[in-house]
């Protein structure tokens, strides 16, 4: 017990062992963001498509007329600015720091619309990089948005678990790549989001196949997808491929992602049916 305990938990922020009620880490954003469905999507390992992923399903999104916006969470390897085409530094005042506006709308914060210079290095350990998170979802003058996709570090480690318990998250959406050590990192990711009550809204393998223009025949690349059976194991039904395409890794490098269309999107988008996601949960 703590010294001065009165007895009542509610409002003491002590992690003693005498606590009666678990205590909510969840920090409430700013007072003048209106912000609805909060999407995180995630990664075992950096460099597998999340943040093009992320954008992808911002650009979507913001096509179908929702507000949309993206918080670049991935601090040490900030890639959402160069996706979009955005450069300098972000706008702040007495009520907070103002996202950056894409050419069609999307809001979007990350750490390089901070930094002098977007070439400058993060250095900082981990409780800096959540907290750096934190800031960015109570600090940020949001604004009205429908969909906010997070860009989240790669891996199941310490700052995405802190990220998680600070910011009220409504689902995950998993990007592997065929390569990867699919079942282990599924499953890591799998069990974090459900220590966190978080459903999982589906799996994205990214760089499946490459499609050829002159045989029109699927090539495997990184090797055959065991895709299904892994999310069947942890019974996620949403599932998606996409392809290996050098046109959108050019145009992700010219900063035109919102140019780009993506073949099967809505496989992506159907991620986002909140409602069907509870319905499966409960069945
Ligand atoms: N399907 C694809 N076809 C072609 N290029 C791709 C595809 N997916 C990703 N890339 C390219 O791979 C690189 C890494 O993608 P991205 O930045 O989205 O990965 P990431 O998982 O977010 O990595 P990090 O965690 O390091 O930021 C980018 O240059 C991107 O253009």
Not at 211 to 226: A, L, P, T, V, Y
Not at 269 to 281: C, G, I, P, Q, Y
Request: aromatic fraction near 6%; charge should be negative; glycine fraction near 8%.
């Amino acid at each position: 017990m703590s010294e001065g305990c009165n007895g009542n938990c509610s409002g003491c922020e002590e992690e003693c062992g005498d606590r009666t009620e678990k205590q909510s880490l969840i920090v409430d954003a700013n007072e003048f963001s209106r912000i609805g469905k909060v999407i995180a999507v995630v990664s075992g390992k950096g460099g597998v498509g999340k943040s093009l992923v992320t954008s992808m399903l911002a650009v979507a999104m913001n096509r179908e007329g929702f507000e949309t916006a993206i918080l670049d969470a991935d601090m040490t390897g900030p890639s959402i600015p160069k996706a979009f085409g955005l450069t300098g530094r972000a706008h702040m005042d007495q009520q907070g720091i103002y996202p950056m506006k894409s050419v069609t709308g999307i809001g979007i914060m990350s750490a390089n619309l901070l930094l002098e210079n977007e070439t400058d290095p993060i250095i900082w350990r981990g409780p800096v990089i959540a907290n750096a998170v934190r800031q960015f979802w109570k600090d940020v003058v949001w604004g009205d948005v429908d969909y906010m996709f997070i860009d989240m570090p790669p891996g199941t480690g310490d700052v995405p678990l802190t990220v998680f318990q600070s910011i009220a998250v409504d689902g995950i959406i998993i990007v592997t790549s065929p390569q990867e050590l699919v079942s282990m990192i599924v499953a890591k990711a799998v069990n974090m989001a459900r220590t966190m009550n978080i459903p999982v809204l589906g799996i994205v393998e990214n760089m499946s196949y490459f499609e050829c223009d002159e045989c029109d025949k699927r090539h495997m690349i990184f090797g055959d997808s065991h895709l299904e059976e892994v999310a069947a194991a942890h019974g996620i039904s949403r599932i998606a491929r996409l392809p290996i395409d050098p046109e959108l890794a050019r145009t992700c490098d010219r900063g035109e992602m919102e140019r780009y269309t993506a073949k099967d999107i809505e496989k992506l988008t159907d991620m986002l049916d909140f409602d069907s996601v509870t319905e499966r949960a409960s069945s």
